[in-house]
């Protein structure tokens, strides 16, 4: 429930070049309305709602910057022109209702595509990843049999008398040259800054890629990419510097320390050491903020009865260690935790993702002390029409 929680959250904040009206963000969620991956007026009016709604920040769904590594149908691609225009149609409509916007460049998942996935299939490449790897659990609804990470299906084995079904698991592809996906993110970067973003958020978080090159038991490279915590931090720092050629100041990124989900974590002093190093070196390229995730139940997952997450606290370790960026703080956060949070200088504001799915005006009811009160419709969160994406209320003002 929103309640009016102080005056902390709805102070301006400069973060790179541009500064926000309040402290209440709103984070990235993957709705799936695109079509064929270009964004659409549907996009466009969710976007405009929740703008008007108080957001301080937008940061856009998870943004394909390539064909392929697609978790997901019907999500948004950022790598042609066509691409650039969709999106640049509605970062003007933000901008008109004096809105900011960030696009969430997400190169994508790794190991966690499928190789049946329409558009992996589409792309003509195999699944990658740093090391080949495959990843445990996961479930693609949309394909037929829903398979997992590992499971590509069954092959029959022929012979005179009978027939038998094997299982056969797929591993990803070990990425050859990773500079060449460092270069995926750079021209996403150029076509975000060409389609009107105020800047970008990189995605580091959840298990996908740029999370699989710090993991150290997703990532059994031997180069320059792999083993110490300095080369496993590598590609991660690499993206940024080179999203940071296009943005200068408003590159900021996303990190998911306690790990868990899509079978990624490592044991609590190595993700410390991990997470306190790639930390301090992304903070020295001058980033808008960065975003430290906290551990949540849903991003947890159990394999074998053991608990794949390193759950820690993550503003303690690693907070003091962000000098220049600004420090948000994401996953269940309260209004009223995110007030005393910001009240005592421990962060610099929130990101709420959730309830900003059915509640268009999320600010504005804690600003007015309005309820959270929309029923969220889970059957529509990823389906392919405005019912449970733009047809939500607001509250009467």
């Known amino acids: 429930m929103a309640t009016s929680t102080g005056k902390a959250l709805f102070t301006p904040l400069q973060i790179g070049s541009i500064t926000l009206k309040n402290r209440i963000l709103m984070s990235a969620m993957t709705r799936n309305r695109a079509l064929n991956t270009y964004p659409n007026d549907l996009l466009k009016e969710y976007y405009v709602q929740r703008t008007v709604g108080g957001a301080g920040l937008i940061v856009s769904e998870g943004i394909l910057i390539t064909r392929q590594g697609t978790e997901w149908p019907h999500a948004p691609g950022i790598w042609d022109e066509k691409h650039v225009a969709g999106w640049k149609n509605i970062t003007d409509a933000v901008h008109q209702v004096e809105g900011k916007i960030y696009a969430q460049v997400i190169e994508l998942i790794g190991r966690i595509a499928h190789p049946d996935a329409p558009e992996q299939k589409l792309a003509g490449v195999p699944v990658y990843a740093p090391s080949a790897i495959a990843a445990r659990g996961g479930k693609y609804r949309f394909l037929p049999g829903e398979p997992g990470n590992v499971t590509v299906g069954l092959m029959q084995a022929l012979s005179a008398s009978s027939a038998s079904n094997i299982v056969f698991l797929i591993k990803p592809t070990a990425i050859d040259d990773p500079r060449k996906i460092i270069e995926h993110y750079k021209k996403a970067a150029i076509n975000a800054k060409a389609a009107g973003f105020d800047g970008v958020e990189v995605h580091a978080a959840n298990g996908y890629l740029i999370t ?174 405005a019912a449970g994406y733009t047809d939500y209320p607001s509250a009467e003002y």
């Not at 720092?237 to 408003?250: H, M, N, Q, S």
């Not at 790990?259 to 992304?282: C, H, K, R």
């Open 212 to 385: 699989q090159f710090l993991d150290s038991t997703s990532n059994k490279r031997t180069d320059e990419w792999g083993g110490s915590i300095e080369n496993r931090s590598r590609f991660g720092l690499e993206v940024l510097k080179a999203v940071v050629e296009i943005f200068g100041p408003d590159v900021a990124v996303k990190i998911s320390p306690n790990g868990g989900y899509n079978d990624v974590g490592m044991p609590l002093q190595e993700t410390l050491d991990t997470f306190s190093y790639f930390i301090t070196e992304a903070d020295k390229l001058g980033l808008s903020y960065i975003t430290l995730v906290q551990y949540h139940p849903y991003f947890d997952v159990v394999f074998d009865g053991v608990s794949r997450a390193t759950k820690h606290d993550v503003i303690e370790p690693y907070a003091h260690l962000i000098k220049n960026a600004k420090v948000f703080l994401n996953s269940g956060v309260t209004p009223e935790d995110g007030e005393k949070l910001v009240a005592s200088g421990k962060v610099d504001g929130i990101f709420i993702g959730t309830n900003w799915i059915n509640h268009p005006d999320v600010a504005k009811r804690v600003e007015h002390g309005k309820p959270w009160d929309n029923k969220l419709n889970f059957m529509t969160l990823q389906s392919n029409d």
